[in-house]
């Protein structure tokens, strides 16, 4: 099971640090990913973070987000800085056993129910 927090409204320019709580499976040996979904778009990846901690952005984040993870508490996080227009949605985590590619969510096993970010 994955449960999300931390999102909220913030305006232009701020910040917002999402958690993911990981429970029921061995978080340390899956990669871990941050999606997004708004509203009449196709859900896209914005982070993953491999189990040994490295990490991989989408364009569109790069520089203004940085994801991280702590196993000993099964937790995951995506601290967003900078925040635009453009970063409101649906936020996501995921975890996958085999495959860890942005491009591909399908190939997560895991899924959270999302937190909302709304940037205004």
Do not use: H
């Amino acid at each position: 099971q994955l449960v999300e927090s931390g999102g909220g409204s913030v305006q232009v320019g701020g910040s917002l640090r999402l958690s993911c709580a990981a429970s029921g499976f061995t978080m340390w040996a899956y990669c871990m990913g941050w999606f997004r979904q708004a509203p009449g778009k196709e859900r896209e990846g914005v982070a993953i973070i491999y189990s040994d901690g490295t990490t991989s952005y989408a364009d569109a984040v790069k520089d203004r987000f940085t994801a991280s993870r702590d196993n000993a508490k099964s937790s995951l996080y995506l601290q967003m800085n900078s925040l635009k227009p453009g970063d409101t949605a649906m936020y996501y985590c995921a975890a996958s056993r085999l495959r860890c590619d942005m491009a591909r969510p399908g190939g997560f096993n895991y899924w959270g129910q999302g937190t909302q970010v709304t940037v205004s």
